[in-house]
């Protein structure tokens, strides 16, 4: 039965009203901020929900990664020095100070620089845990809960309240030129505390496609992406792993902006010495951080990139 032109008035009015917006969440929802927090650490908020991608805030004295990575111990580090068998407790104080809030922790890969801190940021802020099986038995060794669990494999595709994730299987950085490779994964069943060893069985490795309603953010934990799995995704921002290794990669750079259509805004990741405090100077990888710029400036010159301060809000507006 066709409705009166009365009643078709009364429906635009409605529909037209300042109040009709609030029936929509996510016209709430038009500016995301980003903050770097060091190694591939990045808090991503749009004000309603805060998602965490490999939040490492610890920066522990501990072994070097193979062939170097980007981390190196700096001169005059007094702070304890770990080795793979030693049990390295997160800096709480530094965690309590930046960590507020999540609601989700997104993990690329089980290495210590990326998972250290996340059995605590997760008991504390009762976040849901994404990533590889190799992640979530971490979490349970420290007795994170079944339920903030949700274990992935790449390829998934879910939607949340507010955003949607598209979790997109990865390979780690060719750290010690191309000689690493691990097929470690952390086993169930293992009883916190754990040994960096413990902590380190890299168990796969994940990037993460975060859509907002005006933002899609790419994500990397490292200098690596299998070219068929980024190819044609639009993301306007990627947090791009910028790393000394991505040297090892053809064309590393290049397939990386031609894949994702040349991309709005590049922020550089796992760029810093993360074995040094936060208050040491990060001048030598800022100085490696140059070529970097460059490569970005020949294979997408409209592409802006930002080199992120720790700590410091980064407003990507509409
Ligand atoms: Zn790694
Ligand atoms: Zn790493």
Do not use: C
Not at 84 to 93: E, F, G, K, L, S
């Amino acid at each position: 039965m066709l409705q009166s032109p009365a009643a078709w008035l009364v429906i635009a009015a409605v529909l037209t009203s300042p109040l009709a917006g609030q029936n929509f969440p996510e016209e709430k929802t038009d500016s995301l901020t980003l903050t770097y927090l060091g190694a591939a650490g990045w808090e991503i908020t749009d004000g309603t929900t805060t998602i965490l991608i490999d939040p490492y805030l610890s920066r522990i004295n501990g072994p070097p990664p193979p062939g170097g990575g980007s981390g190196h111990a700096v001169a005059g580090d007094t702070r304890p020095v770990y080795k793979w068998t030693d049990i390295a407790r997160p800096d709480i104080a530094a965690i309590d100070a930046h960590i507020r809030r999540a609601d989700f922790v997104l993990v690329t890969h089980t290495h210590y620089d990326h998972i250290l801190d996340v059995p605590h940021i997760a008991l504390k802020t009762r976040a849901s845990v994404i990533g590889t099986e190799s992640t979530e038995n971490v979490m349970r060794a420290y007795s994170v809960p079944e339920e903030q669990l949700i274990t992935v494999r790449g390829g998934e595709d879910y939607q949340f309240q507010g955003f949607s994730l598209k979790v997109i299987p990865s390979i780690h950085s060719p750290l010690d030129h191309k000689h690493y490779f691990s097929s470690a994964t952390a086993p169930p069943g293992m009883k916190a505390p754990l040994t960096l060893e413990q902590m380190h069985p890299e168990g796969g490795t994940l990037a993460y496609l975060i859509r907002f309603p005006n933002h899609q953010i790419l994500a990397f934990g490292g200098n690596n992406y299998i070219e068929r799995e980024i190819s044609g995704l639009e993301p306007d921002v990627v947090l791009m792993g910028a790393g000394a290794s991505r040297k090892d990669i053809y064309d590393y750079t290049g397939r990386l902006m031609r894949d994702l259509h040349y991309p709005a805004l590049v922020f550089p990741t796992h760029w810093d010495n993360f074995l040094a405090p936060y208050e040491a100077s990060q001048q030598p990888a800022l100085d490696a951080l140059q070529s970097f710029l460059k490569e970005i400036a020949v294979a997408s010159p409209k592409t802006r990139v930002i080199v992120p301060k720790y700590f410091e809000p980064i407003p990507l507006g509409k």
